[in-house]
């Protein structure tokens, strides 16, 4: 199965600045298109919610604040101008090979 | 908007069994992929279960292989996961959701675009 590793496993982050997550598979994602990387976000009491699909793609209503980067096994996010409603915990999981897997988690909170 | 809404769940006894659903709204579910993915107490997320388009493919986590059953009956447009020998460690909010779409022979991936709203199974001994 692979391994999905992220860090750090919190952040805490002023208002205004940027933030970045990483996120290092076990075995390449890569296949047919790209990169088969997504991430997803959890507020407080809600359900998980698309942010990013193969590597850098945008879910449809997703801020440009938001930005994916990355290749094969080691892949970045990135939270620029980061404001209050951007708290919760995110997660990368890879979709190139079932089982499905996610990430830890990482946990922003705003300073 | 499309919407997956969600039933079942609640408090059972370790060994018991129960069986979650999940109802597709302002949507058809028979092109997609469906997931349930399941979250425990304080921790992460968990991938469980994924069943193909058209119900010939089911694949499961180790840590239910053999006791659940993930199903689909796409004229109801519902899913559904039933898990047997119930144990405490599947204690965990359970979310529904879909990714991959078929259209003819062509395969669409727009990630996991549309989650449950969570269902909350308690297992006590």
């Known amino acids: 199965d692979i391994v999905v590793t992220q860090s750090p496993l919190s952040l805490s982050v002023t208002p205004g600045e940027s933030a970045s997550i990483s996120c290092r598979s076990s075995?390449?994602?890569?296949?047919?298109?790209?990169?088969?990387l997504e991430w997803y976000l959890q507020k407080p009491g809600q359900s998980p919610q698309l942010l990013i699909y193969?590597?850098?793609i945008r879910a449809s209503g997703v801020s440009d604040r938001f930005s994916g980067s990355g290749s094969d096994t080691d892949f970045t996010l990135k939270i620029s101008r980061v404001e209050a409603g951007d708290v919760g915990v995110y997660y990368c999981?890879?979709?190139?090979?079932?089982?499905?897997?996610f990430g830890q988690g990482t946990k922003l909170e705003i300073k | 908007q499309a919407q997956l809404v969600q039933s079942g769940g609640g408090m059972v006894q370790r060994g018991e069994s129960l069986r979650l659903s999940c109802v597709g709204t302002a949507f058809n579910i028979d092109p997609y992929a469906m997931h349930w993915v399941r979250q425990t107490p304080g921790k992460g997320l968990e991938w469980v279960a994924v069943i193909t388009h058209d119900g010939s493919g089911r694949y499961y986590a180790d840590f239910v292989e053999g006791r659940a059953t993930i199903s689909r009956d796409n004229s109801k447009n519902i899913l559904y996961l039933e898990i047997d020998s119930l144990r405490e460690e599947d204690t965990a909010v359970y979310y529904c959701?879909?990714?991959?779409?078929?259209?003819?022979?062509?395969?669409?991936?727009?990630?996991?675009?549309?989650w449950g709203q969570g269902t909350t199974v308690t297992v006590s001994s």
């Open positions: 193969f590597t850098s």
């Open positions: 075995h390449s994602l890569l296949r047919d298109r790209g990169s088969h």
């Open positions: 999981m890879q979709s190139v090979r079932t089982p499905r897997s």
């Open positions: 959701t879909r990714d991959e779409k078929v259209a003819g022979n062509y395969y669409y991936y727009y990630g996991m675009d549309v």
